[in-house]
């Protein structure tokens, strides 16, 4: 695998990550994605929601979650609760019920905070592809496996990519952004 491809695979991993985290961050409708941080003690271990229940969103103000044992009903409604995400479930007997209610204005400005800090930390770990990247290419100089014009042709298309990587995280950190403010 060439040092392009290879530093190619990890920005876009790094990219794939920050899509993840976007979802995690609540809008003003429901998505089942909200609820994937949720952790629920359940057979002697922390595991995650989407492990133990299915989710899903029948209209925009409420998620369903349908546990697959239902004895672990009372467990996953106390998970939700606690998970800091400003939700309070509720449940029948066999299915939780899950409303989302509209955001404030202090909270939508909360979440664009968040959503900052998580493209931040997507630029970052773009940076730190690019940095290794160069740096494998730098030593394949020192070591004369590539030449000197190679090298430096190497890392300008890695700066290329880097720079290609970071508009794209701009690009859904504009959408996001769009979607947690919209009314």
Same mark, same amino acid.
Request: charged share 30%.
């Given at each position: 695998?060439?040092?392009?491809?290879? !530093?190619?695979?990890?920005?876009?991993?790094?990219?794939? &990550? *920050?899509?993840?985290?976007?979802?995690?961050?609540?809008?003003?409708? &429901? !998505?089942? !994605?909200?609820l994937?941080?949720v952790?629920?003690?359940?057979?002697?271990?922390?595991?995650p929601?989407?492990? %133990?229940?299915? %989710?899903?969103?029948?209209?925009?103000?409420?998620?369903? *979650?349908?546990?697959?044992?239902?004895?672990?009903? $009372?467990?996953? @409604?106390?998970?939700?609760?606690?998970?800091?995400?400003?939700?309070?479930?509720?449940?029948?007997?066999?299915?939780?019920? %899950?409303p989302?209610?509209?955001?404030s204005?202090?909270?939508?400005?909360?979440y664009?905070r968040?959503?900052?800090?998580?493209?931040?930390?997507?630029?970052?770990?773009?940076?730190?592809?690019?940095? $290794?990247?160069?740096?494998?290419?730098?030593?394949?100089?020192?070591?004369?496996?590539?030449?000197?014009?190679?090298?430096?042709? !190497?890392? $300008?298309?890695?700066?290329?990519?880097?720079?290609?990587?970071?508009?794209?995280?701009d690009?859904?950190?504009?959408?996001?952004?769009? @979607?947690?403010?919209?009314?």
């Open positions: 695998m060439s040092i392009i491809d290879d !530093t190619t695979l990890r920005m876009e991993e790094s990219l794939d &990550a *920050v899509q993840r985290e976007f979802a995690t961050v609540r809008t003003g409708k &429901a !998505t089942p !994605t909200i994937d941080s952790r629920v003690e359940a057979y002697g271990s922390l595991m929601l989407n492990q %133990v229940a299915a %989710v899903s969103a029948p209209d925009p103000g409420l998620l369903a *979650v349908q546990p697959f044992d239902p004895s672990q009903i $009372a467990a996953i @409604e106390r998970a939700i609760l606690t998970a800091g995400l400003g939700l309070n479930p509720s449940n029948d007997g066999s299915v939780v019920r %899950v989302i209610p509209p955001l204005e202090e909270r939508r400005k909360q664009v968040l959503l900052h800090r998580m493209a931040e930390e997507g630029r970052i770990s773009v940076r730190r592809a690019r940095q $290794a990247g160069n740096d494998e290419v730098k030593r394949r100089l020192k070591a004369h496996e590539v030449g000197e014009d190679d090298g430096h042709r !190497t890392m $300008a298309e890695i700066q290329k990519i880097t720079l290609e990587f970071g508009r794209r995280i690009e859904l950190l504009a959408a996001k952004e769009r @979607e947690v403010m919209a009314i």
